[in-house]
């Protein structure tokens, strides 16, 4: 039987003491100890009072950690009054601290025969203080915290069980204003072991939030929370203040503002830290750090930005982000299409791009010749173009590949350069490239006389002076002067000739008001006029006596047998123009009645055959050459009359040139030399950058030799099929335009090619095309099989517009056809026309109104001058002028490209003006009938009668067919017609 239970409470805690292992607590961050009784290792020298009450001793807790506990059980005793006071505790900073205790107490019910009062709760007091009070102890002086009660108590059997049940409480204490207190425990009667106490206040523990550092802050019990501002870690800067608030409970609460990381740093693990090589930052911010762009780099930490590799360029305006770039390259494939004294320059675009896509172009315009240089040879000196030559739309910051040089001089070398430029350009100087082309500009009219003065009038003349034009382009000629009466409007005027820059009017009427325009001519043939001018005579303002009237009749009659004998002699030489050579008079009076001029017109062009002595011809239009100035390279192939060759021509002071040579073989007779010759004496007479040039011949020493130009990529249609599909449509229109301007020319010369084709067109290093083969002549064979044989060789019938085939009639609206056929050639990349048709079923074909379809990917309008070019009727045939005029068009609104044939139906014959074929401004349905019996198709609506428009409309191709128009072509135009005089008298029927 337990008659003490003192010392069974004592053994306890001995078998409990054994070894164990140890374990470690870890309190909460927010958790500041001022006492913690199990992190003694010795005695606690607490106070107990008195002596036999609380007891020291050591022990374990509940993990078996050694501990010094306290403990009391005087249960067998009366009025027990047992006190235990720790030592003097700091405050520290907290006011308000709490206490926890960890104790056992037994079950009074398991303690048998007690004698006192068993009691199962014991009280916490404390004092504060400001110092040690050492020893010193008051009973009275201590405020009571609480009774600790026990939760859990142990009884006998838990003793041999070796169970120990540890209550915990925990207990809050103050506020405190002083610097210190003290804790007691006092026991009234109990069998309590005080097994652990702490004592500890809370905080809130630094911590960084938002990149900003918030310190350890200690809560004050007089409100529920503590803002407490934060301060932003290393290398960081604020966005917005940062503040916390602490709460009571050590909790922060309530975050506000952020810090952002400095430029070449990056967040992470709530720090800023550098970028590593290789990477950057450039702004404030907590975003990670970029790798750098292509063709950049950093080599240290901390990079705001990377910088360029060799060669590698930022601009100015270029965000950090941005690859490092360099400058285009030069643009490639550049045309140039020569027209007088303007050029339309057009380019690809560079292969490279420097990897921007800020491309513009700058074209500068240099004016060449060459110069004797010190050691005998020539240089080739440059200047700047003239400021009055105008660019269109401008010559830098161009955003098209296309730009028209306008104002330049006649018969003069220019050198375009042509540079790509983007952002990153101006950085690198060094680096530029740009495409050269060199031009010669061809012989152009004078530009209109822009200056003119009246000087004296009278009542029957007026005199006039003019200024030269500002451009003349050439030796002026002659002027023409035109003049009318105001109120006659140009229905009947008269034209007079003068060399000089003024001239007289005679004959004029009193008092009348004339209008006046002057044109100059030189070798190119005339400008344009200039603007309208008035005059007017003086007016009959005296009488004429009997003697000034027959001497003004004299004068008169003078004047009337003067002028009738100049037209006389005017008209006998102009029947032998052809024959000799005209001799301006300074002045020449010719009149014209109803608008229409009876000069006869100007040809430039002489047939060499008509010359009886061919080398006449020959001497008169080429240049003989020595033949030790030319040197024969390699044989690139052969002709009729002997080899072709390439090789140098090297001129006594003049610059070595590349050339062309055709020579004539051995054994050749008198017809073949004369035949041979015929084209050197027809090339010698043209001067135009798209027609080929001849350089001279050379006929005094054997062989025989006709040297022209050298054409670096050969024939068009070779070229084109070694280069399919490589050129834009812009550079093939730019081809096509050249082709057509040379063509042009040859028509106002008066010439007919007859074998105009891509075989028979050469292309040179700058892709100019430029007509050639003008020596051959032509007979038809009696076979309709058989193709124009001529002595150079054989010219397909498919090239040869109909008329040509069947009449012999050759002229430029010929040419007009067959340049149609080259216009079919280039687009697509020199097919063969008409495939695999036999001569004989393409005559047949296209008499029966077949055409050949668009080529893939050929431009609407395009196909639609094809179209215009192979009209039946060869008067509704576009001219030369006009298909450049068509082509110019293209050139400056490259959009109107981007429509192909092949997706849509044929389109609006809108590119040429044919006021006779026009059928939708007619006002009845018998007009319409009458336009549509003018067609080649009229014998078809012989007999035919409508009774209007709605029965019109519905006439569809198999209606045409059964009256008899069975030609595809005008089957179309009419269904077209239909449709527009349906949409014309649209508000009803329109009577016949």
Same mark, same amino acid.
């Given at each position: 039987?337990?008659?003490? $239970?003192?010392?069974?409470?004592?053994?306890?805690?001995?078998?409990?003491?054994?070894?164990?292992?140890?374990?470690?607590?870890?309190?909460?961050?927010?958790?500041?100890?001022?006492?913690?009784? /199990?992190?003694?290792?010795?005695?606690?020298?607490?106070?107990?009072?008195?002596?036999?009450?609380?007891?020291?001793?050591?022990?374990?807790?509940?993990?078996?950690?050694?501990?010094?506990?306290?403990?009391?059980?005087?249960?067998? &005793?009366? =009025?027990?009054?047992?006190?235990?006071?720790?030592?003097?505790?700091?405050?520290?900073?907290?006011?308000?601290? *709490?206490?926890?205790?960890?104790?056992?107490?037994?079950?009074?019910?398991?303690?048998?025969?007690?004698?006192?009062?068993?009691?199962?709760?014991?009280?916490?007091?404390?004092?504060?203080?400001?110092?040690?009070?050492?020893?010193?102890?008051?009973?009275?002086?201590?405020?009571?915290?609480?009774?600790?009660?026990?939760?859990?108590?142990?009884?006998?059997?838990?003793?041999?069980?070796?169970?120990?049940?540890?209550?915990?409480?925990?207990?809050?204490?103050? $506020?405190?204003?002083?610097?210190?207190?003290?804790?007691?425990?006092?026991?009234?009667?109990?069998?309590?072991?005080?097994?652990?106490? #702490?004592?500890?206040?809370?905080?809130?523990?630094?911590?960084?939030?938002?990149?900003?550092?918030?310190?350890?802050?200690?809560?004050?019990?007089?409100?529920?929370?503590?803002?407490?501002?934060?301060?932003?870690?290393?290398?960081?800067?604020?966005? &917005?203040?940062? #503040?916390?608030?602490?709460?009571?409970?050590?909790?922060?609460?309530?975050?506000?503002?952020?810090?952002?990381?400095?430029?070449?740093?990056?967040?992470?693990?709530?720090?800023?830290?550098?970028?590593?090589?290789?990477?950057?930052?450039?702004?404030?911010?907590?975003?990670?750090?970029?790798?750098?762009?292509?063709?950049?780099?950093?080599?240290?930490?901390?990079?705001?930005?990377?910088?360029?590799?060799?060669?590698?360029?930022?601009?100015?305006?270029?965000?950090?982000?941005?690859?490092?770039?360099?400058?285009?390259?030069?643009?490639?494939?550049?045309?140039?299409?020569?027209?007088?004294?303007?050029?339309?320059?057009?380019?690809?675009?560079?292969?490279?791009?420097?990897?921007?896509?800020?491309?513009?172009?700058?074209?500068?315009?240099?004016?060449?010749?060459?110069?004797?240089? !010190?050691?005998?040879?020539?240089?080739?000196?440059?200047?700047?173009?003239?400021?009055?030559?105008?660019?269109?739309?401008?010559?830098?910051?161009?955003?098209?590949?296309t730009v028209t040089v306008a104002d330049l001089l006649a018969h003069t070398n220019y050198t375009?350069?042509?540079?790509?430029?983007?952002?990153?350009?101006?950085?690198?100087?060094?680096?530029?490239?740009?495409?050269?082309?060199?031009?010669?500009?061809?012989?152009?009219?004078?530009?209109?006389?822009?200056?003119?003065?009246?000087?004296?009038?009278?009542?029957?003349?007026?005199?006039?002076?003019?200024?030269?034009?500002?451009?003349?382009?050439?030796?002026?000629?002659?002027?023409?002067?035109?003049?009318?009466?105001?109120?006659?409007?140009?229905?009947?005027?008269?034209?007079?000739?003068?060399?000089?820059?003024?001239?007289?009017?005679?004959?004029?009427?009193?008092?009348?008001? *004339?209008?006046?325009?002057?044109?100059?001519?030189?070798?190119?043939?005339?400008?344009?006029?200039?603007?309208?001018?008035?005059?007017?005579?003086?007016?009959?303002?005296?009488?004429?006596?009997?003697?000034?009237?027959?001497?003004?009749?004299?004068?008169?009659?003078?004047?009337?047998?003067?002028?009738?004998?100049?037209?006389?002699?005017?008209?006998?030489?102009?029947?032998?123009?052809?024959?000799?050579?005209? /001799?301006?008079?300074?002045?020449?009076?010719? +009149?014209?009645?109803?608008?229409?001029?009876?000069?006869? !017109?100007?040809?430039?062009?002489?047939?060499? +055959?008509?010359?009886?002595?061919?080398?006449?011809?020959? +001497?008169?239009?080429?240049?003989?050459?020595?033949?030790?100035?030319?040197?024969?390279?390699?044989?690139?192939?052969?002709?009729?009359?002997? &080899?072709?060759?390439?090789?140098?021509?090297?001129?006594?002071?003049?610059?070595?040139?590349?050339?062309?040579?055709?020579?004539?073989?051995?054994?050749?007779?008198?017809?073949?030399?004369?035949?041979?010759?015929?084209?050197?004496?027809?090339?010698?007479?043209?001067?135009?950058?798209?027609?080929?040039?001849?350089?001279?011949?050379?006929?005094?020493?054997?062989?025989?030799?006709?040297?022209?130009?050298?054409?670096?990529?050969?024939?068009?249609?070779?070229?084109?099929r070694k280069h399919d599909a490589q050129f834009t449509g812009i550079q093939l229109v730019g081809?096509? #335009?050249?082709?057509?301007?040379?063509?042009?020319?040859?028509?106002?010369?008066?010439?007919? +090619?007859?074998?105009?084709?891509?075989?028979?067109?050469?292309?040179?290093?700058?892709?100019?095309?430029?007509?050639?083969?003008?020596?051959?002549?032509?007979?038809?064979?009696?076979?309709?099989?058989?193709?124009?044989?001529?002595?150079?060789?054989?010219?397909?019938?498919?090239?040869?517009?109909?008329?040509?085939?069947?009449?012999?009639?050759?002229? =430029?609206?010929?040419?007009?056809?067959?340049?149609?056929?080259?216009?079919?050639?280039?687009?697509?990349? @020199?097919?063969?026309?008409?495939?695999?048709?036999?001569?004989?079923?393409?005559?047949?074909?296209?008499?029966?109104?077949?055409?050949?379809? $668009? $080529?893939?990917?050929?431009?609407?309008?395009?196909?639609?001058?094809?179209?215009?070019?192979?009209?039946?009727?060869? %008067?509704?045939?576009?001219?030369?002028?006009?298909?450049?005029?068509?082509?110019?068009?293209?050139?400056?609104?490259?959009?109107?490209?981007?429509?192909?044939?092949?997706?849509?139906?044929?389109?609006? %014959?809108?590119?040429?003006?044919?006021?006779?074929?026009?059928?939708?401004?007619?006002?009845?349905? @018998?007009?319409?009938?009458?336009?549509?019996?003018?067609?080649?198709?009229?014998?078809?609506?012989?007999?035919?009668?409508?009774?209007?428009?709605?029965?019109?409309?519905?006439?569809?191709?198999?209606?045409?067919? /059964?009256?008899?128009?069975?030609?595809? @072509?005008?089957?179309?135009?009419?269904?077209?017609?239909?449709?527009?005089?349906?949409?014309?008298?649209?508000?009803?029927?329109?009577?016949?």
């Amino acid at each position: 039987m337990d008659c003490n $239970p003192r010392p069974l409470f004592l053994i306890l805690h001995i078998l409990l003491s054994c070894a164990a292992p140890a374990f470690q607590i870890i309190y909460p961050p927010n958790e500041v100890n001022l006492l913690d009784s /199990k992190a003694s290792q010795g005695e606690l020298g607490w106070i107990s009072y008195p002596q036999h009450g609380w007891e020291e001793i050591s022990g374990v807790d509940e993990h078996y950690t050694p501990i010094r506990t306290f403990q009391v059980c005087n249960v067998m &005793e009366y =009025s027990q009054n047992n006190w235990l006071r720790t030592n003097w505790i700091p405050r520290q900073s907290a006011q308000k601290i *709490y206490v926890e205790l960890k104790f056992t107490l037994r079950d009074c019910n398991s303690i048998p025969l007690v004698l006192g009062t068993c009691k199962e709760t014991f009280n916490l007091l404390y004092l504060e203080t400001d110092d040690d009070q050492g020893s010193h102890f008051r009973e009275h002086q201590f405020s009571k915290v609480d009774t600790i009660a026990a939760d859990e108590s142990f009884t006998q059997m838990d003793l041999g069980d070796r169970i120990l049940k540890l209550n915990t409480e925990v207990r809050e204490v103050g $506020p405190m204003n002083k610097k210190g207190f003290y804790l007691a425990f006092q026991d009234v009667g109990a069998c309590v072991a005080l097994v652990s106490v #702490r004592v500890y206040f809370k905080k809130c523990p630094y911590t960084v939030r938002n990149l900003a550092s918030f310190p350890d802050t200690v809560p004050m019990d007089s409100q529920s929370l503590v803002e407490v501002k934060g301060s932003c870690v290393n290398h960081s800067k604020e966005e &917005e203040p940062p #503040r916390m608030y602490c709460s009571t409970e050590g909790e922060w609460l309530v975050p506000i503002g952020k810090c952002l990381c400095n430029p070449g740093y990056e967040e992470k693990s709530s720090t800023c830290q550098m970028c590593q090589p290789g990477f950057y930052k450039s702004t404030l911010g907590n975003t990670e750090c970029s790798k750098c762009p292509p063709h950049s780099f950093s080599h240290h930490e901390g990079s705001l930005f990377c910088g360029c590799e060799k060669n590698y360029f930022r601009a100015e305006g270029d965000p950090v982000a941005m690859a490092c770039t360099r400058p285009p390259s030069a643009p490639r494939n550049v045309i140039s299409s020569i027209n007088e004294t303007s050029v339309i320059l057009d380019w690809s675009w560079p292969e490279d791009n420097g990897g921007r896509r800020d491309i513009t172009f700058t074209v500068v315009c240099k004016r060449c010749r060459s110069a004797p240089s !010190g050691g005998g040879g020539l240089n080739q000196l440059c200047e700047p173009c003239r400021s009055n030559v105008r660019f269109l739309p401008r010559a830098a910051g161009l955003q098209n590949t296309t730009v028209t040089v306008a104002d330049l001089l006649a018969h003069t070398n220019y050198t375009f350069e042509i540079e790509a430029q983007n952002g990153v350009s101006p950085l690198a100087p060094k680096m530029r490239q740009y495409a050269a082309v060199t031009i010669t500009t061809n012989q152009a009219a004078p530009s209109p006389v822009t200056v003119i003065k009246k000087e004296k009038t009278s009542r029957n003349s007026v005199s006039l002076s003019w200024q030269q034009p500002e451009r003349p382009n050439g030796i002026i000629l002659d002027y023409e002067i035109k003049y009318y009466e105001k109120e006659e409007q140009e229905t009947s005027y008269t034209i007079l000739r003068a060399r000089g820059c003024n001239v007289t009017l005679n004959g004029l009427k009193p008092n009348t008001a *004339y209008l006046l325009q002057i044109r100059a001519r030189t070798a190119a043939g005339y400008g344009a006029s200039s603007p309208s001018i008035q005059f007017e005579t003086s007016p009959d303002s005296f009488s004429i006596s009997s003697e000034n009237s027959q001497v003004v009749l004299i004068a008169i009659s003078s004047a009337v047998a003067i002028i009738l004998l100049t037209v006389l002699l005017y008209v006998l030489i102009g029947r032998f123009c052809c024959h000799g050579k005209s /001799k301006h008079p300074d002045e020449k009076r010719l +009149h014209f009645g109803n608008g229409h001029l009876r000069l006869p !017109g100007i040809r430039t062009y002489v047939d060499p +055959h008509t010359y009886e002595d061919p080398s006449q011809a020959v +001497h008169e239009f080429a240049k003989e050459l020595d033949a030790s100035c030319i040197a024969i390279d390699k044989v690139v192939g052969a002709g009729e009359f002997g &080899e072709v060759c390439s090789g140098r021509l090297k001129l006594p002071s003049k610059k070595e040139i590349c050339v062309a040579i055709k020579t004539l073989k051995g054994g050749y007779t008198d017809k073949q030399r004369r035949d041979f010759l015929a084209e050197a004496s027809i090339m010698g007479q043209f001067d135009h950058p798209n027609i080929i040039r001849l350089e001279g011949v050379v006929t005094r020493s054997k062989p025989v030799m006709i040297v022209t130009e050298y054409m670096e990529n050969g024939s068009l249609d070779t070229f084109l099929r070694k280069h399919d599909a490589q050129f834009t449509g812009i550079q093939l229109v730019g081809m096509l #335009r050249g082709i057509a301007s040379g063509m042009k020319y040859l028509s106002d010369m008066g010439y007919v +090619h007859r074998d105009l084709a891509a075989r028979n067109i050469l292309v040179n290093s700058n892709l100019v095309c430029k007509v050639s083969d003008f020596g051959l002549s032509r007979v038809l064979e009696d076979d309709p099989e058989a193709a124009y044989t001529t002595r150079g060789g054989k010219i397909p019938i498919r090239w040869t517009a109909p008329e040509a085939i069947a009449y012999r009639k050759f002229t =430029s609206a010929s040419d007009a056809w067959s340049y149609g056929i080259v216009l079919w050639e280039v687009m697509s990349y @020199g097919e063969r026309p008409y495939w695999e048709m036999s001569n004989q079923d393409v005559i047949k074909a296209v008499d029966e109104g077949y055409r050949l379809p $668009p $080529p893939m990917d050929c431009p609407a309008t395009l196909y639609q001058l094809m179209l215009d070019c192979w009209q039946k009727e060869r %008067n509704n045939r576009p001219k030369f002028e006009q298909i450049v005029s068509i082509l110019d068009k293209l050139i400056r609104n490259p959009g109107s490209l981007k429509i192909t044939a092949n997706t849509t139906s044929r389109p609006a %014959n809108l590119l040429l003006d044919r006021s006779s074929s026009e059928v939708t401004s007619v006002g009845t349905v @018998g007009d319409w009938m009458d336009g549509m019996r003018t067609l080649p198709c009229k014998e078809a609506f012989s007999g035919v009668s409508y009774s209007s428009c709605d029965t019109l409309a519905k006439t569809s191709t198999e209606d045409l067919k /059964k009256v008899g128009v069975t030609i595809v @072509g005008p089957q179309k135009k009419i269904v077209s017609s239909l449709k527009a005089l349906e949409s014309h008298t649209k508000n009803g029927p329109v009577p016949v």
